[in-house]
Structure formats: C-alpha cells, structure tokens
Nanobody
C-alpha cells in the first residue's frame, strides 16, 4: 500500500483544514487507517484512527471534539477534518495503514505497516 497525504497549509488559529490521504491498491478496506503528527522537536504522536469499515473512530484527547476522521473505501481515501485549530496543532501530519482482521480502530503506532510522506500544517496565533 502506498499512501500520499496532502491538504496541509498555513491557517490562523480558530480556522479549519481538511487533510486527505490517497491510498493505492485494491484491498484498502482491509486496512485500519490512522493519522499521526510530529511537531518540531517532539516525538510522533497519535491523532486518531478509523476502523476498516469506517464505523468506529478513536481520537487523542487533545483533538477530541475538534478533529473528525472519515474514509471512503470506494475512493481509497481517508480524511482528517480539523476545526478550531490551535497553534499547538502545528506539525507534520502523517496517514498510516495497518492490516487488521477486526473492525476496530488502532491507536498503537506499531500497528501500522505503511506510512505516507506527511503534510505540514502550520497554525498561526
């Protein structure tokens, strides 16, 4: 599976941004998908995840209520809608895919086998 994330950019605090992640391959619906981010000088951290079917999601406390993950298995795509952005959301955002046989979102970074190249989100104050 090859992943390509895009949609990052510069936005003011309080603004919104939608990230997209396009996946190659014909077995996209076999993969749980996740979003992670890495701020300058910090470790990569979990943002949110969505199950294979899209029926279940899980979010980090820091983004809960502001970020929404969705997916379109027909288009091999996953999205991260971000609203009420804060300067501390500034980071490179990565999408990731992990093969899973149950329909549960995955939080652990080690559960993911494939990673996109990342897209930079900068939130100005």
């Amino acid at each position: 599976v090859q992943l390509q994330a895009f949609g990052g950019g510069l936005v003011q605090a309080g603004g919104s941004l939608r990230l997209s992640c396009a996946a190659s391959g014909r077995t996209f619906s076999s993969y749980g998908m996740g979003w992670f981010r890495q701020a300058p000088g910090k470790e990569r951290e979990f943002v949110g995840a969505i199950s294979r079917s899209g029926g279940s999601t899980y979010y980090a406390d820091s983004v809960k209520g502001r970020f929404t993950i969705s997916r379109d298995n027909a288009k091999n795509a996953v999205y991260l809608q971000m609203v009420s952005l804060k300067p501390e959301d500034t980071a490179v955002y990565y999408c990731a895919a992990g093969r899973i046989f149950t329909d549960q979102p995955m939080r652990a970074m080690g559960s993911y086998d494939y990673w996109g190249q990342g897209t930079l989100v900068t939130v100005s104050s």
